[in-house]
């Protein structure tokens, strides 16, 4: 019976597609930057870290100032 978990559970997770360069490509005029600082700043107040607000905070008034700089 053990014999049986243990190869179940080692055939059990595996992957027919191996992975490549094309899946990790990143759009940049889709990222939304505002928005990821946003949810990084919300994070760091969640978890009390001072450190990370102020770079985050930091970095969403700077990409909201090029966002009105653009319009």
């Not at 179940?8 to 899946?23: I, Q, R, V």
């Not at 760091?44 to 966002?67: L, S």
Request: glycine content about 2%.
């Amino acid at each position: 019976m053990r014999v049986l978990i243990f190869l179940l559970l080692l055939s059990g997770c595996c992957s027919n597609k191996s992975p490549t360069a094309s899946d990790t490509y990143l759009n940049e005029e889709d990222r939304d930057w505002a928005e990821i600082y946003r949810m990084e700043i919300k994070r760091a107040v969640d978890n009390d870290d001072e450190d990370a607000y102020h770079f985050f905070f930091k970095e969403y008034m700077r990409e909201r100032i090029e966002q009105i700089k653009s319009k």
